[in-house]
């Protein structure tokens, strides 16, 4: 991280009802009402973006749980906050390109150029099956998001836009309004087929959590692979983590054997599947089955400043935004707003002096 570089703290929006298989209820309702109190009290924190995920089904508390869909709940988000960035999660396998450049732009439109998307390549086999979405082989995803990315950029920039591709055609489609601001493209893959098409075709490379050791090398290597294509720098190096904030190491590490206790819960399939249907490059166990996106690996968990002084050592080896997972998610997202990121924002200028 240069010294112009100030961590940028982000949060995911929990349309699931909470981040935990093995706590049926964490008091944090798969509800606008709930979610826009939170939006609202994370502008006031300090809070920069939140990320929308997008599954129909919900893989953290079983299929049978509710679930809400990501753009009904961003554009709504759109029209209550002032200054979070929206990352909305998008699978091209269940979405039109057309469609989805107009909607783009009109939530652009609704939060005055504050819209981005996660391209996720899709994992589920279950739910594309339910829903009808496209779920073709592993790369042949990829290679299917790659040209949905150049029909997405086209309409947002040409007019009228016209394309010859294997997967989408159209000799001449008028979208407007354009974008206010074209929006920044995240995505995230750890097969090899993942990172090339990611390096052809996002702004910022995303990552579930991970080690000190193990995110170094990641961005090394993205950043590797981005310069020999000869493309410009990544914007952002993001990583999920869940974050356990307490007064005392003994407080913290007891909340830590609350929530993994395992027991094989509703939504363990969905978890085999997407194990399965991935091309992971990290082992996976049952104690992280317990917190969706690896998020206990990175070890944000202790007093705060214990937390604050390991997000600043992530910043260090390149990881610039974080994407941070709470429960129950308003208060322990209130809690990190008041006792550590004025910490981090301290270091920040210690080293900068």
């Given at each position: 991280?240069?010294?112009?570089?100030?961590?940028?703290?982000?949060?995911?929006?929990?349309?699931?009802?909470?981040?935990?298989?093995?706590?049926?209820?964490?008091?944090?309702?798969?509800?606008?009402?709930?979610?826009?109190?939170?939006?609202?009290?994370?502008?006031?924190?300090?809070?920069?973006?939140?990320?929308?995920?997008?599954?129909?089904?919900?893989?953290?508390?079983?299929?049978?749980?509710?679930?809400?869909?990501?753009w009904a709940v961003?554009?709504?988000?759109?029209?209550?906050?002032?200054?979070?960035?929206?990352?909305?999660?998008?699978?091209?396998?269940?979405?039109?390109?057309?469609?989805?450049?107009?909607?783009?732009?009109?939530?652009?439109?609704?939060?005055?150029?504050?819209?981005?998307?996660?391209?996720?390549?899709?994992?589920?086999?279950?739910?594309?099956?339910?829903?009808?979405?496209?779920?073709?082989?592993?790369?042949?995803?990829?290679?299917?998001?790659?040209?949905?990315?150049?029909?997405?950029?086209?309409?947002?920039?040409?007019?009228?836009?016209?394309?010859?591709?294997?997967?989408?055609?159209?000799?001449?489609?008028?979208?407007?309004?354009?974008?206010?601001?074209?929006?920044?493209?995240?995505?995230?893959?750890?097969?090899?087929?993942?990172?090339?098409?990611?390096?052809?075709?996002?702004?910022?490379?995303?990552?579930?959590?991970?080690?000190?050791?193990?995110?170094?090398?990641?961005?090394?290597?993205?950043?590797?692979?981005?310069?020999?294509?000869?493309?410009?720098?990544?914007?952002?190096?993001?990583?999920?983590?869940?974050?356990?904030?307490?007064?005392?190491?003994?407080?913290?590490?007891?909340?830590?054997?609350?929530?993994?206790?395992?027991?094989?819960?509703?939504?363990?399939?969905?978890?085999?599947?997407?194990?399965?249907?991935?091309?992971?490059?990290?082992?996976?166990?049952?104690?992280?089955?317990?917190?969706?996106?690896?998020?206990?690996?990175?070890?944000?968990?202790?007093?705060?400043?214990?937390?604050?002084?390991r997000i600043v050592?992530?910043?260090?080896?390149?990881?610039?935004?974080?994407?941070?997972?709470?429960?129950?998610?308003?208060?322990?997202?209130?809690?990190?707003?008041?006792?550590?990121?004025?910490?981090?924002?301290?270091?920040?200028?210690?080293?900068?002096?």
């Amino acid at each position: 991280m240069t010294s112009s570089q100030r961590v940028r703290f982000g949060y995911w929006t929990p349309i699931f009802g909470g981040w935990l298989r093995n706590v049926d209820d964490e008091h944090t309702p798969a509800s606008f009402s709930h979610i826009a109190e939170i939006a609202r009290a994370a502008e006031e924190g300090g809070f920069d973006l939140t990320l929308i995920p997008e599954l129909n089904l919900n893989d953290i508390k079983g299929v049978e749980a509710p679930s809400l869909d990501a753009w009904a709940v961003t554009a709504a988000l759109a029209a209550v906050t002032s200054s979070l960035e929206l990352m909305t999660a998008v699978r091209p396998g269940f979405h039109n390109p057309f469609h989805t450049a107009k909607q783009a732009a009109t939530i652009d439109e609704i939060s005055g150029g504050r819209f981005t998307l996660n391209v996720v390549s899709a994992w589920w086999a279950e739910e594309a099956k339910q829903y009808e979405g496209l779920f073709s082989a592993h790369d042949d995803r990829y290679a299917r998001t790659i040209e949905w990315v150049e029909v997405l950029r086209g309409l947002w920039s040409q007019t009228p836009f016209a394309y010859e591709g294997e997967y989408y055609r159209t000799e001449g489609t008028y979208t407007e309004p354009k974008p206010q601001v074209q929006p920044r493209l995240y995505a995230g893959g750890e097969s090899e087929a993942g990172r090339t098409a990611i390096t052809r075709f996002a702004d910022a490379y995303l990552t579930h959590g991970g080690t000190l050791d193990e995110l170094e090398t990641k961005v090394a290597d993205m950043r590797r692979r981005r310069s020999e294509a000869g493309a410009t720098p990544f914007e952002a190096f993001g990583m999920a983590a869940y974050a356990i904030v307490r007064d005392t190491e003994d407080e913290a590490q007891a909340e830590i054997d609350r929530i993994t206790d395992v027991r094989g819960g509703a939504a363990y399939g969905s978890y085999q599947d997407f194990v399965s249907k991935s091309k992971l490059d990290t082992q996976v166990d049952l104690k992280e089955y317990s917190v969706s996106n690896r998020g206990l690996r990175p070890n944000l968990v202790g007093t705060p400043d214990q937390v604050a002084e390991r997000i600043v050592a992530f910043a260090n080896v390149g990881v610039s935004t974080l994407l941070l997972q709470f429960s129950p998610h308003l208060p322990e997202m209130q809690r990190f707003a008041a006792e550590v990121i004025p910490r981090v924002r301290r270091l920040e200028a210690q080293r900068d002096a």
